[in-house]
C-alpha cells in the first residue's frame, strides 16, 4: 500500500493544514508556495521536497478529502451493513460528503475555490473513481442484483433518473425557499429514492451481502485514487 508523506513526516502534515486553510480562505488565486510555508512555519524550499508545484500540493489536498469521504462511508457501511439499502445509504452519502468541502468545490466545478484545477485530468479520475456520484452509479447493479433496485428499467436509464433526483435535492438543499419547514429533507429524499427505484424486497442476507460488494468496489476506488496521490507527492522517508 502507497504511504503518504505526512504518515512519516510532521512537516508535510503541517503544510497539507495549512494549505486547507488558506484555499478555503483565499481560493486558490489566493495561495502561493510562501504562504503556506510561513503558515507551517517552515522554510519555503520544504515544501517543495515533497510537492512539485502548488498545483500538485492543492490536488493532493483536495484527493486526500475524497479519500476521507471513502474511509467515513466504509466505517459507517462497516458498523451497520443495513445502510447498504438505497434508502438509506443515499441520504447518508448526501449528508457525509455535506462535510468534505473540497469533495463539494470539485463536485460542483467550483472555479472560484478550485480554478484551473477543476479542469485537471487528475481531478476527473477522482470523480471518476470516489465522487459520490460514481459511488452511487457503482452500487446501483448491486443494488439490482441483490433484490434492492428494481430491474425493470435499462440501467442506463436508472443511472439518468437517480443522477436527476440526487441532484436536485443537493441543488435544492441549498435553496432556502425550497426547505419545507414540516418535513426533513432526510426523509423526503429517502421516500423519492424508494418512489424511484422501488421497494427494498432484498432479505438481511441479501443486504448483508449487497453491503459486502459495496464495500469491496470502494476498496477499488480508494486503492486506485491513493495511488494517484503518491504519484504526486516526492515520497522519499526520513524527511
Do not use: C
Amino acid at each position: 500500500m502507497p504511504e503518504l508523506p505526512e504518515h512519516h513526516s510532521p512537516k508535510a502534515a503541517r503544510i497539507l493544514a495549512a494549505a486547507g486553510e488558506l484555499l478555503l480562505s483565499r481560493g486558490i488565486k489566493g495561495v502561493t508556495i510562501a504562504d503556506v510555508a510561513t503558515r507551517a512555519h517552515i522554510g519555503k524550499g520544504t515544501v517543495y521536497l515533497y510537492w512539485k508545484t502548488k498545483e500538485d500540493l492543492l490536488l493532493g489536498l483536495i484527493s486526500r478529502d475524497f479519500l476521507t469521504l471513502a474511509d467515513d462511508v466504509t466505517e459507517a457501511v462497516t458498523a451497520d451493513p443495513d445502510l447498504a439499502r438505497p434508502s438509506r445509504l443515499l441520504p447518508h452519502m448526501l449528508r457525509t460528503a455535506s462535510q468534505h468541502p473540497f469533495v463539494n468545490a470539485l463536485r460542483s466545478n467550483d472555479g472560484g475555490l478550485l480554478g484551473a484545477l477543476t479542469e485537471d485530468p487528475r481531478s476527473a479520475k477522482l470523480l471518476d473513481t470516489l465522487g459520490p456520484d460514481a459511488m452511487m452509479y457503482d452500487v446501483l447493479p448491486i443494488w439490482r442484483r441483490h433484490d434492492l433496485a428494481r430491474t425493470d428499467w435499462a440501467l442506463d436509464v436508472q443511472v439518468l433518473a437517480l443522477h436527476a433526483l440526487v441532484t436536485g435535492f443537493v441543488v435544492l438543499g441549498t435553496q432556502r425557499r425550497f426547505r419545507p419547514s414540516a418535513a426533513d429533507p432526510g426523509d423526503t429524499f429517502a421516500a423519492a429514492v424508494t418512489a424511484l427505484l422501488g421497494p427494498e424486497r432484498a432479505t438481511p442476507e441479501q443486504v448483508r451481502a449487497a453491503a459486502a460488494e459495496g464495500l469491496r468496489s470502494l476498496a477499488e476506488g480508494r486503492a486506485a485514487a491513493l495511488e494517484s496521490i503518491t504519484q504526486a507527492s516526492l515520497t522519499t522517508s526520513g524527511r
